[in-house]
């Protein structure tokens, strides 16, 4: 979700800040803007839509100066539009911000009282004059910035910009993640590390409500206290080489792509000669009576399939939350507790904010694809997927990723609890061996999908069935259709289909059937069958035995290669991923960058 990123730099920063945001651009967006400081004058431009529109702009209106902010924004308070489109300004000051202000309304009002009226929709236009308001009253901008975060609610990262002051910028976090990088007499300010690998390999995260006084020397950072704080400097690596197209037309179609080679590095990170190799005594599940797993949208599909190993291989109970859920119906957590919060981005605002309520009530550990994300960084143990660098607001390579870790986290659990003998351990991780080499398999079946896909995308509607561990499988295909081809589908268990949902069955609504023929697939064609009974065109997703069984009749059949059906699901998420990228390239749509959506949720 929305990105920040600011320049104290040696050259023209105009074209430094566009090429910055549109290294993250991944996050969606719906407007972006920027700020320069030119012989101490601070000036803006802003535009809505993609970032072309803004380079278009600054081509016919440029910006010089040397020391600038710039954001991309996805709408929260306010349309998208360039009235709203950040940064905002106010008087002297100039603010980009992600998050969301919650007492905006309260200071609005009060700032109106005092003559200084809002002309925007947004509550980040409030900091801006609320620090526009405490340097009339004779602050300077350090204090006036400091006095202005002081009074907000909510979550926020921010970066402040002066007239007349071109060595300078504030930066803020709180609830968003906020990085500070280091350059040679030049500095630099960004949402993540990946916006500022081009400019520097070295970069300070700010802490939970740390703020910062950025200057070309350097960086003076306080804690949440007000006392000055030591943050570590870190050194990132190269990343620019994960992100490259690879002669894929889309990034989502190089990452699924991808699934094979960062399955196999899941395995090789987290088994060794047969073993596994998790953090020594860090997650030790013998005094552990109950899991409990949160995470949000895809990742709460991870979880819900990890359910069903962990039940079955460990015997120990496992509920899974919505992230925005958990912490508001205040669940009762124990010692002998496990909360794992599952997040790609590590970011997430309503995972973030459940793993917090749960700190110091249980033990926590988390699931993330960033090594140095807030949720990675605050949990009592982080377990990557290594997944590397996703770019498509899609997820997929995550999701199996997330898939894997989980299965391998189940395993251990029996291991630990010895649920399992030996030779079944044995069997287990042996099954998980041949993921990798079966993924690559199930690509192949891109362009029979394809050529499925174009009827596809002549629907309204779209069911998708699967029981068992497929039955989240089903719940996340529809996700996927949901998201990039903007067709409305529903996921439902199987079993679930007469009780309801069969009156929606007619010729026109396509039903994906996820069905490997495992001990659930007789009782999964029998609800295929009561929907063909009803005019219903259905596209089933097997292997060769399942084809064979039952594929006659069907409007279409996908086959999948064999595969443990303990750990089909992670096989069968690449289809689920294919019908929807070649549905929305029939439909037209972005399948990169879907409306409304953005990569990383960093407000709840």
Not at 2 to 7: A, D
Not at 198 to 211: A, F, I, K, N, S
Not at 555 to 576: K, N, S
Request: hydrophobic share 45%.
């Amino acid at each position: 979700m929305c990105g920040i990123v600011g320049v104290l730099g040696n050259h023209e920063v105009a074209p430094i800040l566009v090429e910055a945001l549109k290294r993250l651009e991944y996050r969606g967006y719906d407007s972006a803007g920027i700020a320069t400081i030119n012989d101490g004058h601070l000036d803006r431009r802003r535009a809505v839509g993609k970032l072309i529109n803004l380079s278009d702009k600054l081509v016919h209106e440029p910006l010089r100066g040397k020391s600038g902010i710039g954001h991309t924004r996805w709408a929260t308070h306010g349309s998208p539009s360039e009235g709203n489109a950040h940064p905002h300004k106010a008087g002297p000051v100039a603010v980009v911000h992600n998050g969301i202000i919650e007492n905006f309304a309260e200071l609005r009002s009060e700032l109106a009282g005092e003559g200084f009226a809002a002309e925007t929709q947004t509550d980040t236009e409030t900091v801006a004059l609320l620090a526009q308001m405490y340097i009339a009253r004779g602050m300077t901008p350090v204090e006036a910035a400091f006095t202005a975060i002081d009074r907000l609610e909510g979550a926020f990262a921010l970066a402040f910009l002066f007239d007349g002051e071109a060595d300078l910028i504030v930066a803020a976090r709180k609830g968003s993640p906020l990085a500070i990088g280091w350059g040679e007499g030049e500095m630099f300010v960004g949402s993540d590390a990946f916006a500022l690998a081009p400019m520097t390999d070295r970069v300070t995260y700010l802490e939970e409500g740390d703020r910062a006084v950025v200057t070309r020397q350097g960086a003076e950072i306080f804690d949440a206290a007000g006392h000055r704080a030591n943050r570590a400097v870190t050194r990132i690596e190269d990343i620019d080489g994960q992100v490259e197209k690879g002669g894929h037309k889309h990034w989502m179609s190089k990452e699924i792509a991808e699934q094979p080679s960062v399955m196999a590095d899941v395995l090789g990170h987290y088994l060794g000669s047969g073993t596994l190799k998790f953090p020594e005594g860090d997650l030790d599940f013998t005094g552990i009576d109950r899991v409990i797993m949160v995470a949000c949208g895809t990742g709460y599909y991870s979880c819900f399939v990890a359910k069903y190993w962990m039940e079955t291989l460990a015997q120990i109970p496992v509920e899974v939350d919505i992230a925005s859920e958990f912490r508001y119906r205040e669940p009762p957590l124990s010692d002998r507790t496990l909360a794992v919060f599952v997040s790609q981005s590590g970011e997430t605002a309503d995972t973030l904010a459940a793993m917090r309520f749960a700190a110091g009530k249980c033990r926590i550990a988390s699931i993330v694809n960033v090594a140095q994300s807030s949720i990675a960084r605050e949990a009592d143990l982080a377990l990557p997927i290594l997944a590397g660098r996703e770019i498509s607001v899609a997820s997929t390579k995550a999701f199996t990723c997330q898939l894997m870790v989980l299965a391998l986290m189940a395993i251990k659990a029996a291991a630990d609890r010895g649920t399992l003998t030996a030779a079944a351990l044995a069997d287990r991780i042996a099954a998980l061996r041949t993921l990798p080499a079966l993924a690559s398999q199930a690509l192949a079946a891109g362009p029979q999908i394809n050529a499925l896909s174009q009827e596809l995308s002549e629907a309204h509607d779209v069911l998708f069935l699967g029981r068992g561990a497929m039955y989240p499988l089903a719940l996340e295909g529809a996700l996927k259709m949901k998201e990039l081809s903007y067709i409305h589908a529903e996921g439902y268990a199987s079993g679930e289909l007469k009780h309801g949902p069969i009156a929606l069955i007619d010729s026109h609504v396509p039903v994906i059937v996820m069905a490997p023929s495992d001990h659930l697939f007789d009782k999964t064609v029998s609800n295929m069958q009561e929907v063909m009974a009803r005019g219903g065109k259905v596209l089933l997703v097997t292997d060769a035995a399942g084809a064979d069984k039952a594929g006659h009749g069907c409007w279409g059949v996908i086959r999948m290669p064999e595969a443990d059906p303990m750990f089909a699901p992670v096989l069968y998420a690449i289809p689920a991923q294919q019908i929807a990228y070649h549905t929305a390239i029939a439909k037209g749509t972005d399948v990169d960058q879907p409306r409304n959506l953005a990569k990383s949720v960093t407000v709840e």
